[in-house]
C-alpha cells in the first residue's frame, strides 16, 4: 500500500518474493537488555541506524513516531550504515549497542543476538500494465518455481509460504 502513493494513480502488482523477520542486534547475552523501542531513548544505548528508504529504517521511524520518542534523543540516531552486514559489525566492533536489521545477518556470526520485532514481506512491485510482458512474465515465473523456493528456504530465515503470489493495488 505504501508503494502505491509513490505512483499516484498507477495500478500496480506486488509479486511476494519471501517474508523476513527483523529485530534488533545485541551482543551475546544482551548485555544492556536492549528488548524495545524505549530502550533506545536510554542514555546508555547507543544505535547502529540504517539509511532512510530502508525497511529497518522506515519501520524505526514509525515506530518511534507512533511510540512519541523524539529521535534527537536517541544516541546514534544521527549516523547512518548502508548495509545491515555494516551495522551489526559496529556493534560487534563494541562501536554501538543495537542495531534494526534482518535475522539472517546475525546467524552468519557467533557474536550477536537476536531479538525479534516482526516479519515483514518482500515484494517485486511493477505495474499491473506490464505483468504479461515477456520480461516480467519471466520474473514471476522464476519467482514461482520450486527453484526459487528451496533457494531461499536454505538460507533458514526466509518464509516462502506466499512466494509467488500476485496482490493488486
Do not use: W
Not at 14 to 31: A, E, K, R
Not at 36 to 48: G, H, N, P, S
Not at 90 to 114: C, M, R, S, Y
Not at 123 to 142: C, R
Amino acid at each position: 500500500e505504501e508503494a502505491s502513493c509513490l505512483v499516484p494513480g498507477v495500478p500496480l502488482a506486488f509479486v511476494c518474493l519471501y517474508h523476513f523477520p527483523i529485530g534488533f542486534y545485541v551482543l551475546q547475552d544482551n548485555p544492556k537488555g536492549i528488548f524495545t523501542f524505549q530502550d533506545l531513548d536510554r542514555e546508555d544505548v547507543i544505535l547502529a541506524n540504517r539509511e532512510k528508504g530502508s525497511t529497518s529504517r522506515i519501520y524505526l521511524d514509525k515506530k518511534l513516531k507512533e511510540l512519541q520518542i523524539s529521535s534527537a534523543s536517541i544516541s546514534g540516531y544521527q549516523k547512518e550504515f548502508v548495509s545491515d552486514v555494516s551495522t551489526s559489525a559496529f556493534i560487534i566492533n563494541k562501536n554501538g549497542d543495537t542495531a534494526i536489521g534482518e535475522k539472517a545477518v546475525v546467524l552468519k556470526t557467533n557474536q550477536l543476538e537476536f531479538v525479534p520485532l516482526l516479519t515483514v514481506p518482500m515484494y517485486l512491485v511493477m505495474e499491473t500494465a506490464s505483468l504479461n510482458s515477456p520480461g516480467f512474465q519471466a520474473l514471476i515465473d522464476i519467482a514461482r518455481s520450486e527453484e526459487f523456493r528451496m533457494s531461499l528456504h536454505s538460507q533458514n530465515c526466509y518464509d516462502t509460504t506466499h512466494t509467488g503470489e500476485l496482490i493488486y493495488l
